[in-house]
């Protein structure tokens, strides 16, 4: 395994190296990145796998001249499993940059950025590796710094930059908390090492514990995208080159799930009083429901995907969150049932999400645009990115028998099982998360229908779209990549779910393996085979063998008669693209519905002929969604620190003087105190 | 095995002929009330017929979503329907998806008829995409809860073993109050679900008003029929549902033959008496606007959750 992690490391590093020696040659520019990127992230997946099953973390380090920083690794399945779902994700993006970094062509430098995608793609194992709070600091940094700047490879855009200094200003708020909880740790622990943190000197006071619970919280939520701490997130996320896109929301905003679940149940050992679960479980809620509902009034593919990524973290913390609940109660099957819930929708989540942006990359490669209200009849033109997207729209809409569904179910049946809880109040929560979580999954749907239907059905709505055509091989390798492992592991939970059994057991402390089967293993079991079973290959056969039938019914009866093909209906002229519903028309009964949330503002002006006030000459029509978080929360903050900065610049006269005799006052304070 | 596998082909052959039978129950009680004679209750399997012997017409601007979703629709309403147990209570198929797999089965086929009326790039098909979309969401939280409630009496979302448990009696509540509002919730969930007065009009080709009917406007033949008989399915398998969840009184528990004739006679029974009660239904009530089946959906939330609520005070 040791040899599998140099082949990793070793791999990035002269994926990070490599362009600048061959930048000269063009005709293949992005080879030298994508070669090692695809050998190392083929490594990381093999060294994921078998650690998963292994039974031993495996641990390496190596010693710095810096006190308090070891360069200590450590593989256990939590490790192992994190370290999968990067590196497949990686590998798809990987092979899919081949063809997309021609969209780059004079536009950027295409060396700069395939050594940043190594960086980056590095950056983010390395996280997941650390055993070490300084090394995953350091880590956790670099992939934040990396990320930035590969959000802002198209930094002509004003709203690129914009995005970019949102993006830095966010996540070093985030950062900072983090900082602040692992020096929580360091003081009791006495040493950066994780072995420290876990196993303290002197056991954690409560108080600190409830601190360093919020700390990491707000640290690592800042990262994951959990609202209020969301809003750099459609930012960021869309601005970045689409197989970036792909990598941060499918896969940077998992390691910050990694990490929480590494904080709670790793270092505070997972025993908490009910209110952390349930202050995890509020804040997926919200955060599902609220990123979905924003999702649907986003008419840029990219962004909407954005959102959809806090809508999926919202799912995972759901999951967790019951699991921290039940783990309080000592229900600790159920406990592991509803972390690996979590767990499993992160994995899906990283397939499909990845999926999907890589598909909008597409799109945008072949329209070069991001607007849906500019798409329109791609699958004729597109098949194969159609037909990839569309596996992924079914996967994240959740619905039988795709990997999106299944993790969904898991959730569900374990926000179900709250009524074993002993507490009235809990009893009633966790199921009104439930009701919440299915009216952000039949939303989820509505969004799909709209990004799908929209995009890629009826007739093209531009020249663009009309003139689109089918994008590269590896750009549909990738994509087609993703699309397999979804389905794999939509058919698959028999074999998933025990493998991230192991990856649970241990934090909670029971193993539910041999309740997670049923149906000689065919279907999938909650701890009790009586309360539920779902088996996704029995449902799939059975979907396959129906639609079959009804073919066989239609031959019967009628004979397969040849269709005939004519034009749709107009109303008596003929069909053009203006006719058909848009984005905004299509989602228009869901803004009115929950009018309340959005407080839209709608602008209609029309201009009349001048001989009659029937006729309008032109109509124009102006909606936005109040982005209320960013309004009445952001808004007062970036003021204040705006004012306070304005009033600090007083002291700050630029007279060299001036400042020379701050720095003999302060010297003079300093003796005093050292005295 | 093979008793497994011909319970399920005979409650294939059961879901597929009952189906078009209730919606013909349903228009000749609709059509009795109003003073007309109505056409027989076996107009439908005629309509099917000639629908399948007719040479379809497809739009030449759809793609292959366009044709593939009457066949996807067809098939994940027959497979919602096979997780249900329709005469015998532990039904084969129960086993491979429970309560939940339904629902999404169901979506299943929504998403796909979703997809077919925004392909044909009228402005009809889209707007029956768009108003379905806001209805399917805003059903899902109350079917939810209700689900959940009728779940907690039995202890499992397991449809079989909440049928079989209810037909023999196992683990039914002194008091029926938290049962009767997840049901009263279950019911109107249906109706928005299927398409019913007063959430939309089957009956109606007015653009004003049509939600399920915009989205096939475009179907013709072949497709056209297997798109109808999937919305009869999706009724029978609610109804099938609410029946047999809230009374499976005389379903078969074992496999005997008396007792799966007995079953299927007192099914036959249920389900038209409850297709009845639906016709009553959509003769006493106008279609509500589109913005108005909001509060309709928001009590049947409201039912669902007051059901949990009293469930849990019941049982202290």
């Not at chain 1, 999926?355 to 597409?362: C, D, E, I, V």
């Not at chain 2, 038209?272 to 009553?280: E, K, N, R, T, Y």
Request: glycine share 8%; with cysteine.
């Amino acid at each position: 395994m040791l040899n599998l992690l140099w082949i990793l490391l070793g791999g990035y590093a002269v994926g990070i190296l490599l362009p600048f020696c061959l930048s000269r040659r063009s005709n293949a520019q992005s080879l030298p990145a994508s070669t090692p990127a695809i050998v190392a992230t083929s490594a990381g997946v093999v060294l994921g796998l078998l650690g998963l099953t292994s039974s031993e973390p495996v641990t390496g380090s190596l010693t710095s001249t810096l006190p308090l920083l070891t360069f200590a690794i450590r593989i256990d399945p939590l490790t192992a499993f994190f370290l999968l779902t990067i590196s497949l994700a990686g590998l798809a993006a990987s092979i899919y940059a081949i063809g997309y970094m021609r969209h780059f062509d004079g536009r950027a430098s295409v060396s700069t950025l395939g050594a940043l995608f190594n960086g980056f793609l590095c950056s983010m194992t390395l996280v997941v590796l650390a055993d070490n709070g300084f090394f995953f600091l350091i880590a956790w940094e670099l992939m934040s710094l990396l990320s930035y700047f590969l959000v802002v490879t198209e930094h002509e855009k004003a709203e690129v930059r914009y995005a970019g200094l949102f993006y830095l200003i966010m996540t070093h708020v985030g950062t900072a908390f983090i900082i602040l909880t692992f020096f929580i740790f360091f003081q009791e622990g006495g040493s950066f090492a994780f072995e420290a943190f876990r196993y303290p000197e002197h056991p954690l006071p409560e108080g600190m514990k409830t601190i360093a619970f919020l700390m990491a919280l707000i640290g690592f939520g800042t990262k994951a995208g959990i609202v209020p701490l969301h809003v750099w997130l459609p930012y960021a996320h869309p601005a970045a080159p689409s197989h970036i896109s792909a990598l941060m929301s499918g896969v940077m905003i998992k390691i910050a799930i990694y990490a929480l679940i590494r904080v709670y149940f790793d270092f505070l050992g997972g025993q908490f009083p009910w209110w952390w679960g349930f202050v995890v479980l509020v804040i997926g809620a919200v955060s599902a429901l609220l990123g979905v509902m924003y999702a649907l009034m986003e008419h840029d593919l990219k962004s909407l995907l954005a959102y959809h990524s806090v809508e999926n973290i919202g799912i995972i913390l759901l999951g967790i969150g019951a699991g921290m609940i039940f783990q309080t109660y000592g229900l600790k099957e159920f406990a592991t049932l509803g972390l690996l819930a979590g767990l499993y929708h992160t994995i899906n989540h990283a397939m499909f999400k990845a999926l999907l942006f890589l598909g909008a990359g597409s799109l945008l490669y072949a329209t070069h645009t991001r607007n849906m209200e500019e798409y329109g009849g791609l699958l004729r033109r597109m098949p194969w990115t159609g037909a990839c997207f569309l596996i992924g729209a079914v996967s994240i809409a959740a619905l039988p028998p795709t990997n999106g569904f299944v993790s969904e179910w898991l959730v569900f049946q374990s926000l179900f099982l709250s009524f074993h809880i002993p507490d009235t109040f809990l009893k009633l929560i966790l199921p009104l998360a439930a009701a919440m979580l299915a009216l952000t999954g039949a939303l989820a749907l509505a969004c799909f229908v709209k990004a799908f239907g929209i995009s890629f059905l009826a007739l093209p709505r531009s020249t663009h779209a009309r003139q689109a055509e089918e994008v590269p091989i590896p750009m549909r390798i990738g994509m087609a990549l993703l699309a397999a492992v979804c389905v794999g592991l939509g058919l698959g939970p028999m074999v998933v779910v025990p493998l991230l059994n192991r990856v649970v057991a241990p934090f909670t402390g029971v193993s539910i393996e041999g309740q997670v089967l049923a149906l000689d293993g065919w279907a999938l079991a909650t701890v009790n085979v009586e309360f539920a079973s779902l088996s996704p290959p029995i449902l799939a056969l059975l979907l396959g063998g129906l639609s079959v039938l009804g073919l066989g019914i239609v031959a019967a009866c009628g004979g397969l008669v040849r269709k005939r093909y004519y034009k749709t209906w107009g109303c008596g002229i003929n069909l053009t693209p203006r006719m058909e519903y848009t984005a905004t028309g299509f989602v228009q009964p869901i803004k009115r519905v929950f009018s309340s949330i959005y407080q839209p503002t709608v602008k209609l002006e029309t201009e009349f002929l001048q001989e009659s006030q029937y006729f309008a000459k032109r109509r124009r029509f102006e909606f936005h969604v109040e982005p209320v978080f960013q309004r009445y929360l952001y808004d007062p903050v970036v003021a204040f620190v705006t004012a306070l900065a304005g009033r600090l610049r007083v002291i700050q006269a630029g007279s060299l003087h001036l400042y020379l005799a701050y720095i003999f006052v302060t010297l003079i304070v300093l003796l005093l105190f050292a005295v | 095995m093979l008793d497994a596998f011909a319970l399920i082909v005979m409650q294939t052959a059961v879901l597929l002929v009952v189906a078009p039978l209730i919606v013909g129950l349903i228009r000749k009680v609709k059509a009795r009330l109003q003073c007309r004679r109505g056409a027989s209750v076996f107009q439908p399997y005629a309509d099917l017929v000639k629908l399948l012997r007719k040479q379809p017409v497809v739009s030449s601007t759809t793609s292959w979503i366009f044709t593939a979703t009457p066949y996807i629709l067809f098939a994940s309403t027959l497979a919602a329907g096979l997780l249900v147990p329709v005469f015998i209570s532990r039904t084969p198929l129960s086993l491979a998806g429970n309560i939940i797999a339904l629902v999404y089965l169901l979506a299943l086929g929504t998403f796909f008829l979703m997809l077919a009326g925004l392909d044909a790039g009228s402005s009809f098909g889209g707007m029956g995409s768009s108003r379905e979309a806001i209805v399917a969401s805003l059903t899902e939280p109350a079917m939810m809860l209700s689900i959940f409630a009728i779940a907690l009496t039995a202890g499992s979302t397991n449809l079989s073993t909440i049928v079989h448990k209810t037909a023999l009696l196992q683990g039914i509540v002194t008091d029926p109050s938290p049962h009767l509002m997840a049901f009263a919730a279950l019911v109107i969930v249906a109706i928005a679900e299927t398409g019913r007065v007063p959430v939309d009009n089957p009956a109606t080709h007015l653009e004003l008003t049509m939600i399920h009917e915009a989205m096939i406007l475009e179907y013709s033949g072949r497709y056209l029929a297997l798109v109808e008989w999937a919305a009869g399915l999706k009724l029978l398998v609610f109804l099938t549902l609410i029946v047999n969840v809230s009374a499976p009184w005389g379903i078969a528990t074992s496999m005997e033959p008396a007792a799966l004739g007995i079953g299927l006679a007192a099914y036959l029974v249920k389900v038209s008496g409850l297709a009845v009660f639906i016709g009553l239904l959509e003769s006493m009530f106008a279609k509500l606007r589109l913005f108005r089946v909001t509060d309709l959906l928001g009590t049947a939330f409201i039912l669902a959750l007051l059901g949990l609520i009293f469930f849990y005070v019941l049982r202290g």
